[in-house]
């Protein structure tokens, strides 16, 4: 019997449905570290790990990361994880509150801050991604392996910019 394509909206659903269910359980999980995940993507992002997307230097100078300093504006920050840099600034104070970042001054720049990640933090951090690990291998341990090779390589292909992709 021949496959009928199928109902694209339908696809969006399933797939929308499929990572509110993922958010869900992220959150749950990062709930006895005392994070939330817009605060692990940050803390993520400071460590040097922003996941996809190309970075944008964050102005004339360009990153702070390549002018050789350790840390980001909290612009560069809000670029990165692209939401509005007083968002940014709210998630780097409860990330500072809890001992996992620091405000540093930029030795290339006397007027300028950069945040980094407190060796605290570091460890966190650690400890969550081995975390994240066992919790990603529950959820789709489900799939045979070559539907997780399949499925990654389909989301990856979703994922890049494309032909008519919007930001």
Same mark, same amino acid.
């Given at each position: 019997?021949?496959?009928?394509?199928?109902?694209?909206?339908?696809?969006?659903?399933?797939?929308?449905?499929?990572?509110?269910?993922?958010?869900?359980?992220?959150?749950?999980?990062?709930?006895?570290?005392?994070?939330?995940?817009?605060?692990?993507?940050?803390?993520?992002?400071?460590?040097?790990?922003?996941?996809?997307?190309?970075?944008?230097?964050?102005?004339?100078?360009?990153?702070?990361?390549?002018?050789?300093?350790?840390?980001?504006?909290?612009?560069?920050?809000?670029? &990165?994880?692209?939401?509005?840099? #007083?968002? %940014? *600034?709210? /998630?780097?104070?409860?990330?500072?509150?809890?001992? =996992?970042?620091? $405000? &540093?001054?930029?030795?290339?720049? #006397?007027? %300028? *801050?950069? /945040?980094?990640?407190?060796?605290?933090?570091?460890? =966190?951090?650690? $400890?969550?991604?081995?975390?994240?690990? #066992?919790?990603?291998?529950?959820?789709?341990?489900?799939?045979?392996?070559?539907?997780?090779?399949?499925?990654?390589?389909?989301?990856?292909?979703?994922?890049?910019?494309?032909?008519?992709?919007?930001?």
């Amino acid at each position: 019997m021949p496959h009928s394509a199928p109902d694209p909206t339908s696809l969006g659903d399933l797939l929308h449905g499929t990572f509110r269910r993922l958010r869900r359980r992220w959150a749950l999980q990062l709930a006895p570290f005392g994070l939330t995940p817009h605060q692990f993507r940050a803390l993520n992002a400071l460590a040097g790990h922003a996941g996809p997307g190309p970075h944008r230097p964050g102005g004339p100078g360009g990153c702070a990361r390549d002018r050789g300093a350790a840390g980001l504006r909290v612009k560069e920050l809000a670029e &990165v994880l692209r939401i509005a840099p #007083r968002s %940014a *600034t709210e /998630v780097v104070d409860l990330l500072q509150e809890k001992g =996992l970042v620091e $405000r &540093v001054a930029d030795p290339t720049d #006397r007027r %300028a *801050t950069l /945040v980094s990640v407190t060796p605290r933090g570091t460890a =966190l951090r650690g $400890r969550i991604q081995e975390d994240q690990r #066992r919790e990603s291998d529950e959820y789709f341990s489900r799939l045979a392996p070559e539907d997780r090779v399949e499925l990654e390589r389909l989301l990856r292909l979703l994922a890049a910019d494309g032909p008519g992709a919007t930001p």
